[in-house]
């Protein structure tokens, strides 16, 4: 019997918080979509709590530390779910966020009631995106200050990719190996081999992020790009927040990108060697490897990259010919890799040129 509560929260609430996201999940084999779709409400809820502006920093870390308490199965529930309906809730402008933080009482119940395997690996997850977002709340400004801090060293910004976005391409393996068994064959070598693609997979398109979203960020006091690599360009965070500064400041950018499309080569070799009758979850990897990598190639041409208003963000109808032709061609390990390998090319020769 369904149960009308999970249906919603994993059906029309997750379709309505997750974006672009919700176009791969709907895709997933059945058995994988309920610990990853759960794993990512319970995510954005955090990520929610992270960003609203609204509420000071240090009680933000607060309510982020509370949520991951009761993720991993302590805390008193009750007393939590009353300060978020008081304290984060009633803030939220739009309403997907606000039910959503609302509801996490029966979010917590479906965690509760997953397998002990998948209720260990959300768990795992969550925590570990959380951990994404402390690093966040404690490295960088209130938002309304008006000051700037810059990450330190490229090792940091490595790090923050992993915690953020790696740590998914982790999970997402993970739960491959467990919900398909025989998908993914091979020896421990090669499920070794899976799990650090998949860790790129995730830092690629987090890295894509960073650098697309670069002068938004600034603007509330971060720059993921790291100090050490600024100084070398003879480049401060101030001087990005300029965007006539964007024909200046392509070196490092250009630099960064090349660490990124070392990361979409593996995220490739990660989707190719998922079998071609596995239909659903090649489409799953092969839709954000493509879309990101289109939208590296918009921002190498962007010479206004600087400018929040003039983000790389590709068209939604360049999204719906992605999937229409990666639907098309999806069993075809030769014509997906020239596409992707296409598209690197495309980037490289601007990164020379």
């Known amino acids: 019997m369904l149960n009308p509560t999970r249906t919603y929260l994993l059906g029309p609430l997750l379709k309505g918080v997750s974006r672009s996201f919700y176009l791969t999940l709907r895709i997933l084999p059945a058995g994988m979509r309920d610990p990853i779709g759960l794993a990512y409400l319970l995510a954005r809820a955090a990520d929610t709590i992270a960003d609203t502006a609204l509420i000071p920093p240090e009680q933000r870390l607060q309510l982020l530390l509370a949520l991951r308490a009761e993720v991993n199965g302590a805390g008193d529930q009750g007393?939590?779910?009353?300060?978020?309906?008081?304290?984060?809730a009633a803030q939220q402008t739009l309403s997907d966020e606000k039910v959503l933080l609302e509801s996490l009482g029966p979010a917590l119940a479906i965690l509760s009631q997953l397998t002990e395997a998948d209720r260990k690996a959300v768990r795992e997850i969550v925590s570990t995106l959380t951990e994404g977002m402390e690093f966040d709340l404690r490295t960088f400004p209130d938002e309304r200050s008006g000051q700037i801090v810059a990450l330190r060293e490229l090792s940091e910004l490595d790090r923050y990719t992993y915690l953020v976005a790696g740590c998914v391409g982790e999970f997402w393996t993970r739960m491959t190996y467990a919900h398909m068994p025989g998908t993914l064959k091979g020896s421990p070598q090669t499920m070794s081999t899976m799990l650090r693609r998949g860790v790129r997979f995730g830092k690629a398109l987090q890295m894509t992020n960073v650098l697309r979203?670069?002068?938004?960020?600034?603007?509330?006091?971060?720059?993921?790009?790291?100090?050490?690599?600024?100084?070398?360009?003879?480049?401060?965070?101030?001087?990005?927040?300029?965007?006539?500064?964007?024909?200046?400041?392509?070196?490092?950018?250009?630099?960064?990108?090349?660490?990124?499309?070392?990361?979409?080569?593996?995220?490739?070799?990660?989707?190719?060697?998922?079998?071609?009758?596995s239909v659903r979850l090649r489409l799953a990897c092969l839709w954000p490897v493509l879309i990101g990598l289109e939208t590296v190639l918009l921002l190498v041409h962007n010479d206004n990259w600087l400018d929040p208003a003039r983000v790389s963000k590709i068209q939604r109808s360049k999204v719906y010919q992605v999937i229409g032709f990666s639907t098309a061609l999806v069993t075809s390990n030769t014509l997906l890799r020239f596409w992707a390998e296409r598209l690197i090319k495309q980037i490289e020769a601007r990164l020379q040129g």
């Open 79 to 88: 007393a939590f779910l009353e300060r978020m309906s008081a304290e984060v």
């Open 213 to 277: 979203d670069c002068g938004k960020d600034l603007r509330i006091g971060r720059c993921y790009l790291p100090a050490e690599t600024l100084d070398r360009f003879g480049l401060t965070p101030q001087d990005l927040l300029a965007p006539e500064n964007s024909l200046r400041a392509q070196p490092p950018l250009f630099e960064l990108v090349r660490l990124t499309l070392d990361h979409f080569r593996d995220a490739v070799e990660y989707t190719l060697a998922i079998p071609a009758f």
